[in-house]
Antibody
Framework: EVQLVESGGGLVQPGGSLKVSCAAS????????IHWVRQAPGKGLEWVGR??????????RYAASVTGRFTISRDDSKNTAYLQMNSLKIEDTAVYYC??????????????WGQGTLVTVSS | EIVMTQSPATLSVSPGERATLSCRAS??????LAWYQQKPGQAPRLFIH???IRATGIPARFSGSGSGTEFTLTISSLQSEDFAVYYC????????FGQGTKLEIK
C-alpha cells in the first residue's frame, strides 16, 4: 500500500522550533520529490516547499512566506523526509501535509498525500 | 507568482445533476494543472492531472478540460460522495493552489 505518514506535530510557542517527519512506504521514495503543503484552520491549501530527488541533487525550494525559517531535508535510507520549522509565528498554525510527486517537469502533480499533522503556534 | 482563481466559491447542485467548476490562471500554465478533492478531516486526493487525465481509480463521470489559462472540472451526474471541496493547482512555474470551490448539496 502506498502510504505517507506524518508525525511530530504539536503545540509550540511563538519564536520556537519544531521538526515534523514524513515516513513513506509502498513506492520508490528515492525517485520522488517530496513537497510540504499546509492548511490553516478553515482555509485553503498553501504550498510550503519541496526537496527534489538524488538525481536532481536534492535541491530545495520554498514559498516566500517560509524562506529563511523552514528547511526541508530527506534521508532516502530511511524513506523519510523532514520539515524543520524555526522562528515560528502564530500564522504558521496549520495542518502540515507531506506529498510525493514525480520529479520531472510537466508531471509534478501531488500524489500520494499523508494524513497531515497539526502544528499549533500559541503562547 | 501565478495566481489561481476558482469560481464559484460555493456551488449548490442536486444529486444526479451536472456540476461545472472553473479555474483561471493569471498566466499560461499550458496543461500543468491538477484538480484535488478534499473532504472534511481528510487529506486532499488527486483527481485530475495534466488538465484532463483522470488519476487512478477516479470515476469516468469526472472530466477535466482546458489549457493555457482557463480550465474546467465537470462532474456529469453528481453522486452523494462527490460533495466536497475541489482545488485546482498549477505546477508549471512553482506550485500554487486556487482558493477552492465547495460543492454542496442543493
Amino acid at each position: 500500500e502506498v502510504q505517507l505518514v506524518e508525525s511530530g506535530g504539536g503545540l509550540v510557542q511563538p519564536g520556537g522550533s519544531l521538526k515534523v517527519s514524513c515516513a513513506a512506504s509502498g513506492f520508490t521514495f528515492s525517485d520522488s520529490a517530496i513537497h510540504w503543503v499546509r492548511q490553516a484552520p478553515g482555509k485553503g491549501l498553501e504550498w510550503v516547499g519541496r526537496i527534489r530527488n538524488t538525481v536532481n541533487n536534492y535541491v530545495p525550494r520554498y514559498a516566500a512566506s517560509v524562506t529563511g525559517r523552514f528547511t526541508i531535508s530527506r534521508d532516502d535510507s530511511k524513506n523519510t523526509a523532514y520539515l524543520q520549522m524555526n522562528s515560528l509565528k502564530i500564522e504558521d498554525t496549520a495542518v502540515y501535509y507531506c506529498t510525493g510527486a514525480r520529479d520531472y517537469y510537466g508531471s509534478e502533480e501531488f500524489d500520494p498525500w499523508g494524513q497531515g499533522t497539526l502544528v499549533t503556534v500559541s503562547s | 507568482e501565478i495566481v489561481m482563481t476558482q469560481s464559484p466559491a460555493t456551488l449548490s447542485v442536486s444529486p444526479g445533476e451536472r456540476a461545472t467548476l472553473s479555474c483561471r490562471a493569471s498566466q499560461s500554465v499550458t496543461t500543468n494543472l491538477a484538480w484535488y478533492q478534499q473532504k472534511p478531516g481528510q487529506a486532499p486526493r488527486l483527481f485530475i492531472h495534466g488538465a484532463s487525465i483522470r488519476a487512478t481509480g477516479i470515476p469516468a463521470r469526472f472530466s477535466g478540460s482546458g489549457s493555457g489559462t482557463e480550465f474546467t472540472l465537470t462532474i456529469s451526474s453528481l453522486q452523494s460522495e462527490d460533495f466536497a471541496v475541489y482545488y485546482c493547482q498549477q505546477y508549471s512555474n512553482g506550485y500554487t493552489f486556487g482558493q477552492g470551490t465547495k460543492l454542496e448539496i442543493k
